[in-house]
């Protein structure tokens, strides 16, 4: 299909759908495949299949298993997804797909796939960044009855998960997008995976830890906050690091281990989550008071994480900032998310992506829509 017929076929669309529309999302930028559908901000089916157990043996992601996995998996979850909404896929108007960043590999699966569903049903497809998606799942509705207020503008933005670590400033949902900061190292969700495999403890790392950390104490060991120190302030504000984080905890390990002493493991592990969830809101709070900015949004995995869920509500509290949290079941990645920024790139009146489109690992959040 050319960008010149997927514009005539949005254009076809009557104006209740242009208002209104049928999305069907494909999201594979990791080792989880989802598929979502909604209609403009209702959420009709999320289904998602996970290649987690198959990357456990390895302690981490592999990037060409999680490719297999989705080549796997993508049908049965699109007709899967289809059944659940109670659709048929000739009845969507339009396919969103997220084309970065991610890895590479489990992309161009994703990406594939969407070009030949979009040109086989004769659709319009919509290339969406997969950070911004995050952000668009807080304008999801799980019914009719859902009385959540819209999502406003503008918002800052905290992306935590195993391949991102990002502080954003969204001042429109599908046309300004600004990156604050991001990790220049680790992910958090990388640095769970690897302090819990040091600590003995099974993938993925961020479950474990928060379960490790309940009989523990958060104040045992004061572990570092990277890039919170003055000398850090001017180039790496809203940025962080995980690294040394990770490698202090490493070497506090070590020498207990090496002094023939037990590691008290619910306190490493309850410090360092504290360490952890320090310097993520410290520094989201701080974007928000900087910039002026009432309202901070947490997405990504790693907001499953339930301490870092209660000290972020204690400390927009006393900032004075409205915390908004997804569904957690849309804070992971999933394909809803997708198709609902593709939703509301359709009923803002952006034109439809092209086919020449590619998967981008490094995508700017900055681009929306490619």
């Known amino acids: 299909m050319t960008a010149l017929n997927a514009q005539t076929t949005l254009n076809a669309m009557t104006a209740q759908n242009r208002a209104n529309p049928l999305v069907l999302g494909i999201e594979t930028s990791c080792d989880e495949t989802g598929i979502g559908i909604v209609r403009g901000t209702t959420l009709l089916s999320n289904t998602i299949a996970s290649s987690m157990d198959e990357h ?7 990037p060409e298993v999680a490719a297999r996995a989705h080549l796997e998996e993508l049908v ?6 289809a059944l659940e909404a109670g659709i048929r896929l000739e009845d969507i108007d339009a396919v969103a797909v997220t084309c970065g960043p991610g890895l590479a590999g489990a992309l ?6 969407a070009k030949a569903l979009a040109i086989s049903l004769g659709k319009p497809i919509y290339a969406v960044n997969h950070l911004v998606g995050h952000v668009g799942a807080d304008v999801l509705r799980l019914g009719a009855d859902d009385s959540t207020k819209p999502l406003e503008y503008p918002t800052v933005a905290l992306l935590v998960s195993g391949g991102h670590t990002s502080l954003l400033l969204v001042r429109d949902l599908v046309s300004d997008v600004e990156l604050l900061g991001e990790t220049i190292d680790d992910a958090a969700g990388e640095a769970f995976d690897k302090v819990a495999r040091l600590l003995g403890l099974p993938y993925p790392g961020g479950p474990q830890i928060d379960r490790a950390a309940r009989e523990g104490n958060p104040a045992a060991i004061r572990f570092p906050r990277g890039l919170s120190q003055t000398k850090d302030m001017a180039k790496h504000r809203y940025d962080f690091s995980f690294s040394g984080l990770k490698t202090s905890v490493a070497r506090w390990v070590e020498q207990r281990r090496d002094a023939d002493e037990s590691v008290p493991l619910a306190d490493v592990a309850a410090s360092f989550r504290e360490a952890v969830v320090d310097i993520l809101l410290t520094k989201a709070v701080a974007a928000c008071v900087d910039l002026g900015v009432p309202r901070l949004l947490l997405g990504g995995g790693v907001i499953a994480n339930a301490r870092l869920r209660q000290v972020a509500q204690e400390r927009t509290d006393a900032a004075g900032i409205a915390l908004r949290i997804p569904p957690l079941s849309l804070c992971t990645d999933n394909g809803a ?6 939703a509301q790139l359709i009923m803002a009146g952006h034109a439809p992506s092209s086919l020449e489109f590619g998967a981008d690992s490094t995508l700017p959040v900055s681009e929306i829509q490619v």
């Open 56 to 62: 456990a043996r390895y302690g981490g992601v592999v």
């Open 76 to 81: 049965p979850a699109i007709r899967a997804a």
């Open 108 to 113: 161009m699966v994703g990406v594939g796939a």
């Open 337 to 342: 998310m997708i198709a609902a920024l593709g």
